[in-house]
T-cell receptor
């Protein structure tokens, strides 16, 4: 699986958009970009994933650059409950069981 | 979405005793489940892959005789930490996947 690089930490004011970047310059053509987050003392939670098109769901939007070497997770209106470590993971898609290779992620702090 | 349930959420045990942690997929069958360990301020590290009806596979450096894994049904995997010591104190998390990976709530193990 391709390696990803994320900033170690970011701050965001409550109510503002949180834009979390991820570099994955070695991504291959059949690899997807996945985002998970982990709130303190909880298991990770799936957020969103994409291949090359931008994606949006009820939690977030995912913007992938045209060359697919980087992406940005957008939380449009951050709340205090969005404070968590966000992990960007690149991997091939599979319908069978698979483990995830977690890097260090970005620790997002949403402030009042 | 799919749910993975882990029990207990936290446990305190005496050094030398064994502790069993359960991981259940509540609304889907999982032939493969995964066990991770997370030390404070670190990322999740894959410990082992639990395979229904066959032996688990362990990551390098993880002692199979210490971390016993049983996957007797398609919805239940158990991790038993045998002869626990204080250095085994950690946050243990299980996972099962369909299209996306789903994680249990985690188990905080403290060995005193």
């Amino acid at each position: 699986d391709a390696k990803t690089t994320q900033p170690p930490s970011m701050d965001c004011a409550e109510g503002r958009a949180a834009n979390l970047p991820c570099n994955h310059s070695t991504i291959s053509g059949n690899e997807y970009v996945y985002w998970y987050r982990q709130i303190h003392s909880q298991g990770p939670q799936y957020i969103i994933h994409g291949l090359k098109n931008n994606e949006t769901n009820e939690m977030a939007s995912l913007i992938i650059t045209e060359d697919r070497k980087s992406s940005t997770l957008i939380l449009p209106h951050a709340t205090l409950r969005d404070t968590a470590v966000y992990y960007c993971i690149v991997r091939t898609r599979s319908n069978s069981g698979y483990a995830l290779n977690f890097g260090k992620g970005t620790s997002l702090l949403v402030t009042p | 979405g799919a749910v993975v349930s882990q029990h207990p959420s936290w446990v305190i045990c005496k050094s030398g005793t064994s502790v069993k942690i359960e991981c259940r997929s509540l609304d889907f069958q999982a032939t493969t489940m995964f066990w991770y360990r997370q030390f404070p301020k670190q990322s999740l590290m894959l410990m082992a892959t639990s395979n229904e009806g066959s032996k688990a596979t362990y990551e390098q450096g993880v002692e199979k005789d210490k971390f016993l894994i049983n996957h007797a049904s398609l919805t239940l995997s158990t991790l038993t930490v045998t002869s626990a010591h204080p250095e085994d104190s950690s946050f243990y998390i299980c996972s099962a996947s369909l299209d996306e990976a789903f994680f249990g709530q985690g188990t905080r193990l403290t060995v005193v």
